[in-house]
């Protein structure tokens, strides 16, 4: 009976809390305060695990002074980790939707930029939002360190470049010089083109000038998405020789975003030394090419074509289950379409959009240009998914001007691969064979850990707290996802580039819905340490292990140094007399 009055206070603050969080939504109390929530918030009885709904609630309604508080909560550490985390995640949704920042000195966030992951990396992307200035100086060093992670760098350019002023400019300046790698310089000129135009467009054709190397990328895409600098640039270009090289991956990025825009694509199409005219194919090209599919086209090499990353074919749609979000599945196409209608659609996708691919461009006071397909629209803001996936929030009251686009499905990408190959793999899938829809729960969808921990590197057994706090609560932006072929196996050529001291560490997931042993099978278990959850596996082809319901992770550590099989592949099973029931995750 000791326990009582504890169980009692604990159902009556649910009972509140349930109460509150209805009276909250209410349209009579929901008009820019959240009183109600802040009273149980200040009470100081809320726990940790209710605080991140009730901050979330408050943050969709609330004032600056509410959201104030807050903020003083988040820099003075008054939040658990997580709490923190989901306290700065609410405010940025905040001012994504509605424009409210928090009352207060904001210039403080300066200290969370120093924080650990993902929290240095949410507080980097408020400065920019906030358009915090008394930021600048944190973030100009972590812009120009050579010792910055590639992802906070690019945040922190990014949040330069909102704020804005001489100061920004400078930074990216100096980004921009010789003596920086490439690809850097070109994220210093795609900065500019936000801040000077004219400086952007010079610093960028310098860089195409002078070098063949980098990724210029996102300089192209920070172009295209400012109103009126494609024509700028292309006027730039037709007094300028830039390498056939560096105006090809150019073009390549254009269509595979679904863009042409004339001016640039002609500019581009010259320097590259290519025809910039995307014809119709006549009755009899286009007999000849089916004739080429059917008699001449490999699948094979129509996946490597498709898994291509500067297609972005797999960042648009996905293959078992595993890639973009954006098009349609595809695992069944080759089974449900003919092939004339697979050419037309790859050649001519504007011709026929289905109304869930439908795209917009919206146009907003600043001249940003974002083209995508509607996720989702109130009367706050509108939220466009991008040719990549990426998921984009604008306010309504940022709108200047929007219409209708066409299809996000490259048109002149065709240009840049073998038609035929292409087709003939799209083709096969979902028939009998080796493209058939997958029945086996394989792994199709793996995460690669951009910097393995050094506890891994170092120990062969490490402790099961500190493998679960580096690696399986790592933050999701310490991951890359990695999509396996059609037959599930993923390349380790794939991977290399992802490699530390030789050696790539893998996850995916499995959702057991019904608790049971189940087993996982890897096709090479030579110099490859497994894990389920924390727990340590023998590194044998087989394993069985007894799961309990909910989301599990396998994690694999590979040395790729002495292997000579081509890649990984994994397939959980179901052991004779087992109880369990479980689907392998999928997604982008």
């Not at 006549?282 to 297609?311: C, M, P, S, W, Y």
Request: proline share 5%.
């Amino acid at each position: 009976m000791r326990n009582r009055p504890r169980i009692i206070s604990a159902l009556f603050l649910s009972a509140i809390t349930l109460l509150l969080v209805s009276t909250y939504q209410s349209p009579a109390t929901a008009q820019g305060s959240a009183s109600p929530m802040m009273k149980l918030l200040k009470s100081g009885r809320v726990p940790a695990s209710r605080q991140g709904t009730i901050i979330e609630l408050i943050c969709r309604k609330g004032n600056p002074e509410e959201l104030g508080f807050i903020w003083e909560q988040i820099i003075n550490d008054k939040f658990q980790a997580d709490v923190k985390q989901e306290s700065l995640l609410a405010l940025k949704e905040a001012f994504q939707n509605r424009k409210i920042k928090p009352a207060g000195n904001l210039a403080d966030i300066s200290k969370l930029i120093e924080a650990k992951p993902p929290v240095n990396q949410i507080a980097i992307e408020l400065a920019g939002l906030w358009k915090v200035s008394g930021a600048a100086d944190k973030l100009q060093q972590l812009a120009l360190s050579a010792r910055t992670d590639e992802k906070l760098r690019i945040a922190a350019i990014d949040a330069l470049d909102s704020i804005g002023g001489p100061e920004s400019v400078q930074a990216m300046q100096k980004l921009t010089q010789a003596d920086s790698p490439a690809d850097i310089r070109y994220l210093g000129a795609a900065a500019l083109v936000t801040l000077d135009l004219q400086q952007a467009i010079k610093a960028g054709i310098n860089i195409m000038t002078s070098s063949k190397e980098g990724d210029p990328t996102p300089f192209i895409e920070a172009i295209l998405d400012t109103r009126g600098a494609a024509d700028q640039l292309a006027a730039a270009l037709a007094t300028q020789q830039i390498p056939e090289d560096v105006a090809k991956k150019q073009l390549r990025y254009m269509y595979s975003v679904g863009r042409s825009d004339k001016a640039l694509s002609d500019a581009l199409s010259k320097a590259a030394g290519m025809s910039s005219e995307d014809k119709e194919l006549t009755e009899e090209e286009f007999k000849q090419l089916l004739a080429d599919v059917i008699e001449h086209g490999n699948a094979d090499r129509g996946e490597q074509i498709f898994r291509r990353a500067d297609l972005s074919c797999m960042k648009c749609h996905s293959v078992s289950k595993a890639g973009g979000e954006v098009g349609p599945d595809l695992s069944p196409i080759g089974a449900s379409s003919p092939v004339d209608y697979l050419v037309r659609s790859i050649l001519y996708p504007n011709q026929a959009v289905k109304e869930a691919y439908q795209t917009y461009v919206i146009i907003t006071i600043e001249g940003k240009i974002i083209r995508g397909i509607i996720v989702d629209r109130n009367e706050e803001r509108v939220i466009l998914k991008d040719a990549n996936g990426k998921e984009m929030v604008i306010p309504v009251d940022d709108i200047d001007d929007e219409a209708e686009g066409g299809s996000l499905m490259p048109q002149g990408l065709t240009k840049f691969l073998t038609r035929d190959d292409l087709v003939k793999y799209l083709s096969v899938l979902g028939k009998p064979g080796p493209y058939a829809i997958r029945s086996k729960p394989t792994i199709q969808r793996w995460l690669a850990m951009r910097e393995i921990p050094s506890l891994l590197l170092t120990n062969e057994n490490p402790d099961e707290e500190l493998f679960e706090e580096h690696v399986l609560r790592a933050p999701a932006t310490a991951f890359v996802p990695q999509y396996a072929m059609v037959a599930g196996l993923l390349p380790f050529e794939e991977l290399k580039s992802l490699s530390t001291d030789s050696k790539i560490l893998l996850q995916a997931e499995l959702d057991v819905t019904e608790a049971g042993t189940v087993g996982v099978r890897i096709n090479s278990a030579q110099d490859t340490r497994i894990w389920i959850d924390s727990q340590r596996l023998k590194s044998q082809t087989e394993n069985e292990i007894e799961l309990s319901k909910g989301i599990h992770k396998l994690t694999l550590l590979i040395d790729l140094s002495n292997r000579n099989d081509p890649g990984v592949q994994a397939e959980f099973f179901k052991p004779a007399g087992s109880k369990a029931s479980f689907t392998v995750v999928g997604g982008k």
